[in-house]
């Protein structure tokens, strides 16, 4: 009998202050309330996601970055319950350490995808949703070459708009490195912080169709700008666990059910 693999989706976008840690920790809950079995990876040394996750400052020392030290652990043997509805493999400040043990590392961009495969335990997970650090960094690379897909948040600003090309071309450069893995899916992009009241907003997202050239990759969903993100994170809580009635949570739950119509499927059907 073949071992059941997860899917595996980072959420990229090497622009900051974008909603990737927020998003993150928000479609993990919602996975998670629909009865799946996830693993929030976060793998950006702000650990913003471990920290709406609820994981303890104590907690986030060296997690993620064991992986990348000379006797590497295993992901599965580092994963901790959340009080969120499923689990994470924390990062602290010292992942920052692991850009220098990549780059020192033969094949290092490598590490994590090798690790991953080697990693039956984790095939109890339904999905894994790997959390990505702001900047073109190796850490980003690694991420992307463990990954079967991504998706993209983007802010309707100009600035953001403009970087999307250099992600769509990192994307394609690294299909030749991925060997049996090949390309990297696009699953979707999408907007948060939306105010869709505004002209500029329009113009944007219209640039960003224009930019993918497929529309059916850009989801209709859009997160809307709202304080309560913040509200929630002060308490160190994903939003949709907060206040699941609020606009953001529901269309945090729309995005989910947009970006994984095959997961809702098979947790019907199983
Ligand atoms: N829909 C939203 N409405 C208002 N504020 C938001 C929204 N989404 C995210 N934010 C806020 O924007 C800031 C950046 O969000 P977040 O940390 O998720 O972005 P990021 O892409 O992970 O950033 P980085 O690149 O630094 O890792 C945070 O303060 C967050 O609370
Ligand atoms: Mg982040």
């Given at each position: 009998m073949s071992i059941k693999k997860p899917l595996i989706v980072a959420i990229a976008n090497p622009k900051g202050g974008v909603g990737k840690s927020t998003t993150t920790a928000n479609l993990a809950a919602v996975a998670a309330r629909h009865g799946l079995k996830v693993l929030l990876f976060d793998?950006?040394?702000?650990?913003s996601a471990s920290d709406i996750s609820g994981v303890n400052e104590d907690a986030i020392t060296s997690f993620a970055s064991a992986m990348f030290g000379e006797a590497s652990v295993l992901p599965s043997s580092i994963a901790v319950e959340t009080s969120c509805g499923y689990d994470i493999i924390p990062a602290g400040s010292d992942l920052i350490t692991a850009e220098d043990m990549i780059g020192k590392l033969p094949m290092g961009e490598q590490r994590l995808s090798l690790l991953i495969d080697s990693d039956t335990a984790l095939s109890k997970y339904d999905l894994i949703l790997i959390d990505t650090v702001g900047a073109r960094w190796r850490l980003l690379t690694a991420c992307l070459m463990a990954t079967d897909n991504v998706i993209v948040p983007l802010r309707p600003s100009r600035l953001s708009v403009k970087e999307l090309p250099d992600l769509l071309e990192l994307i394609r450069y690294l299909t030749p490195y991925r060997g049996k893995k090949g390309p990297i899916s696009i699953r979707g992009l999408f907007f948060t912080e939306v105010d869709e009241r505004t002209v500029a907003t329009k113009i944007n997202i219209n640039d960003v169709r224009a930019t993918v050239g497929d529309d059916q990759l850009v989801m209709n969903t859009m997160i809307p700008k709202s304080t309560v993100i913040e509200q929630a994170a002060l308490v160190s809580q994903p939003v949709v666990l907060y206040d699941a009635h609020c606009g953001v949570s529901r269309a945090y739950e729309e995005l989910f059910v947009e970006l994984f119509p095959e997961l809702l499927r098979e947790q019907k059907s199983a």
């Open positions: 793998l950006d040394p702000q650990a």
